[in-house]
């Protein structure tokens, strides 16, 4: 942890006051309310040794980061099956795209664009009794963390400007590949991306994605070392929407990010580290983030590759 330490240290101070480009998501208005200087970084190893820096221990909205949690309750029910519904494949396309869905007869690209995420949602509701509060349940328990909760104002922010999210979900209905109540659906998924964490938080709830045979405070297992590492490989390829192959060839770690301004990197069998910065690029990642994991990744000497 020492080495990453000082590293952390130095590359913050670098990053903290470069000129941001970004531009803070405000398409979902709720959103456009956060500090947009705001910029915190947590590292958490498999000893589960923490470290922060910033604005580290301040919540903020997660977004499509919850794309990977949602992910992994359905895989850890579906198993392979799920895959009959969502695609792995990079869709080179923004996250929030429609383009694709026609061609592929209603077959997201993969379960980390908005398409590929309501069909999860879809899955899940499916799958649970009380599909909100359960799957809050899985957030904390996999995290051991009690206080993980929804940010209701967002969630309804969401719901009122979600126009292309209603227009994916009926769209993907009208192929057969939505199953539920379309205004379930995306309840559920306007909730899941509402969830609200801080640095710390989240580099926490991803030990059970970074560590072999992670297994809760219960004793019990999340999901298989084939789930783990299949999921790790959606990271890497379809972490960052259109700008997937960029964030491996700067970073080269799986990875995923929010319009919220985080990216969660994992390097297996290492640490999970988290940057928050709200301003986002152009393809909606933070601008900052990408830029702090790229020289942390190149000074520690620590990609996957
Ligand atoms: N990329 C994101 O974080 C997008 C999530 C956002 N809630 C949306 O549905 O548009």
Redesign the pocket.
């Given at each position: 942890m020492e080495k990453y330490k000082e590293v952390i240290e130095c590359v913050y101070n670098d990053v903290k006051n470069i000129d941001d480009i970004g531009k803070v998501a405000s398409?979902?208005p709720e959103l456009a309310f956060v500090d947009a200087n705001s910029f915190g970084i947590s590292i958490t190893n498999i000893k589960n040794e923490n470290f922060g820096i910033g604005d580290f221990e301040t919540k903020f909205s997660i977004?499509?980061i919850s794309k990977v949690l949602t992910l992994s309750l359905a895989y850890k029910f579906e198993g392979a099956e799920l895959w009959d519904r969502v695609d792995v494949e990079p869709s080179g396309n923004p996250?929030?795209s429609l383009l694709q869905l026609e061609a592929d007869l209603g077959k997201p690209r993969n379960p980390f664009i908005?398409a590929g995420a309501i069909v999860i949602c879809d899955v899940l509701v499916s799958h649970l009794k009380n599909p909100k509060a359960d799957f809050l349940d899985f957030c904390r328990e996999i995290s051991n963390n009690p206080t993980l909760n929804y940010d209701e104002k967002v969630a309804e922010s969401?719901r009122v400007s979600?126009f292309?999210?209603v227009a994916l979900c009926n769209f993907i209905k009208s192929f057969g590949n939505i199953k539920n109540n379309v205004e379930e659906v995306l309840d559920l998924?306007?909730h899941t991306?509402s969830l609200e964490m801080t640095c710390k938080e989240l580099s926490q709830i991803f030990l059970f994605l970074t560590i072999d045979n992670f297994t809760t405070k219960k004793g019990e297992k999340v999901i298989t070392e084939s789930q783990t590492k299949r999921i790790n490989a959606i990271m890497l390829t379809c972490g960052f929407?259109d700008e997937s192959g960029e964030f491996a060839f700067r970073v080269g770690l799986p990875g995923k990010?929010?319009?919220?301004g985080g990216i969660v990197a994992i390097h297996p069998d290492k640490y999970c580290i988290v940057v928050w910065s709200p301003k986002l690029n152009k393809k909606?990642n933070s601008y900052k983030g990408m830029l702090f994991l790229e020289k942390f990744t190149s000074k520690t000497a620590s990609s996957i590759f």
């Open positions: 398409y979902i977004q499509s996250f929030n908005n969401e979600g292309r999210n998924y306007f991306c929407y990010s929010g319009v919220g909606g």
